[in-house]
């Protein structure tokens, strides 16, 4: 796999976890970037909370940069939900600027709408929580000593992802249900390079985020 720092014997690991850090889906990839992964976590999700018998919808969709493009946001559709995707390096993302009112103009770009939309106090406060919702699981993970994959091959590497995050969401249901606070997240086998990340906040809260585990 292809990174900014040189080629890894490595794969994407992907998750989407809620605003209570319980991960809704998990996936295993060999995409160099994030940019085609959006959509599948979104049904991979879907999935995952129909087949949990849970009958609410995700409300938002929060997502870092590696995910935004045009594309993407031009196949969202009814049942996808309301995205909300940082910009690298976008002027409307300062926070030293007032947030923008009024609505959007229309001769705006796909990408440069959903900076703008991002800029809003309401795009402000809900891609905060992004840090808090997603990161702690794959902190977790290196705390748990796991930050490597054992297994080689997708098929395998995938197995022991989806693996890792169901114990994680035992651990979280367990300490919730003893009263006991969450993890100390602190900063493993082989090298996981961050990549990207999504969250989902308003009724099913979540956020998605990728790492590349090698």
Same mark, same amino acid.
């Given at each position: 796999?292809?990174?900014?720092? #040189? %080629?890894?014997?490595g794969y994407g690991a992907q998750a989407v976890a809620n605003e209570n850090q319980i991960v809704l889906a998990a996936e295993v990839t060999? !995409?160099?970037? &994030?940019? &085609?992964? @959006?959509?599948?976590?979104?049904?991979?999700?879907?999935?995952? @909370?129909? !087949? !949990?018998?849970?009958?609410?919808?995700?409300?938002?969709l929060v997502a870092d940069s590696g995910y935004l493009s045009d594309d993407n946001l031009l196949a969202a559709n009814d049942d996808t939900p309301d995205l @909300?995707?940082? /910009? /690298?390096?976008?002027r409307y993302q300062r926070t030293d600027k007032k947030a923008p009112r009024g609505p959007i103009p229309k001769n705006l770009s796909p990408t440069r709408r959903m900076a703008r939309k991002l800029a809003?106090?309401?795009?402000?406060? @809900?891609? +905060?929580? +992004? /840090?808090?919702? $997603?990161?702690? $699981? %794959?902190a977790h993970r290196k705390t748990r000593g796991c930050g490597r994959f054992m297994r080689r091959g997708r098929s395998a590497c995938?197995?022991?992802?989806?693996?890792?995050?169901?114990?994680?969401?035992?651990?979280? $249901?367990? +300490?919730?249900?003893?009263?006991?606070?969450?993890d100390q997240t602190t900063g493993s086998r082989r090298t996981i390079? &961050?990549?990207? +990340?999504?969250?989902?906040?308003?009724?099913?809260? #979540?956020w998605i985020r990728c790492k590349n585990a090698c």
């Open positions: 796999m292809k990174t900014p720092s #040189g %080629f890894i014997q060999s !995409a160099q970037n &994030d940019y &085609d992964q @959006l959509h599948p976590m979104i049904d991979a999700m879907n999935q995952n @909370l129909e !087949a !949990a018998d849970v009958k609410q919808k995700v409300g938002t @909300l995707i940082a /910009a /690298a390096n976008d809003t106090k309401r795009g402000q406060s @809900l891609y +905060r929580k +992004r /840090a808090q919702m $997603v990161e702690p $699981v %794959f995938d197995s022991e992802w989806k693996l890792e995050c169901t114990t994680h969401n035992i651990l979280k $249901v367990w +300490r919730s249900g003893s009263g006991k606070g969450p390079r &961050d990549s990207g +990340r999504m969250t989902i906040p308003q009724r099913v809260p #979540g």
